[in-house]
C-alpha cells in the first residue's frame, strides 16, 4: 500500500522559499502520477501542481502555482518535491502529496477522490 509521507514544512518569512519533499513508502510502478495539494485555513483543498512517474516526467501547474513553484522527482529515491518560491502569507496551509495510478485523473481533471494521500505538512508565510 502506497503512503505518500510530506515532510520540509514550516515558518517562513514572505518573499522567502521552501522545498517540499514526499517520500513515496511502498511505491510501485503502477502509480504514475504524483501531485501537491493545500488546503488553507478555512478553504477547501485546492490542487497546486503534478508529475507523471512513467515517462520523462511530464508536469502540470494549476494557476495558482504556475511560475513560483516547481514540482520535481526524483525515482531513485522515490521522492517528489515541491520547491515553492517567493511565498506569500496567502500560501499558508497544510500541503498534502497525493499519489493516483492514472495520470489523467490526477494531473488534468484534478480528481483525488481516488488518490492516497499523506498526513500533510504545515506551511506557515508570516513576518
Known amino acids: 500500500q502506497l503512503q505518500p509521507v510530506e515532510s520540509g514544512g514550516g515558518l517562513v518569512q514572505p518573499g522567502g522559499s521552501l522545498r517540499l519533499s514526499c517520500l513515496l513508502s511502498g511505491f510501485t510502478p503502477d502509480y504514475h502520477a504524483i501531485a501537491w495539494f493545500r488546503q488553507a485555513p478555512g478553504q477547501e483543498r485546492e490542487a497546486l501542481a503534478c508529475?507523471?512517474?512513467?515517462?520523462?516526467?511530464?508536469?502540470y501547474y494549476r494557476n495558482s502555482a504556475k511560475g513560483r513553484f516547481a514540482i520535481s522527482r526524483v525515482n531513485a529515491n522515490n521522492t517528489v518535491y515541491l520547491q515553492m518560491n517567493s511565498l506569500q502569507p496567502s500560501d499558508t496551509g497544510v500541503y498534502y502529496c497525493?499519489?493516483?495510478?492514472?495520470?489523467?485523473?490526477?494531473?488534468?481533471?484534478?480528481?483525488?477522490?481516488?488518490?492516497?494521500w499523506g498526513q500533510g505538512t504545515q506551511v506557515t508565510v508570516s513576518s
Open positions: 497525493v499519489a493516483d495510478r492514472q495520470i489523467y485523473r490526477l494531473c488534468t481533471l484534478w480528481r483525488s477522490d481516488l488518490a492516497s
Open positions: 508529475i507523471v512517474t512513467s515517462d520523462g516526467g511530464s508536469t
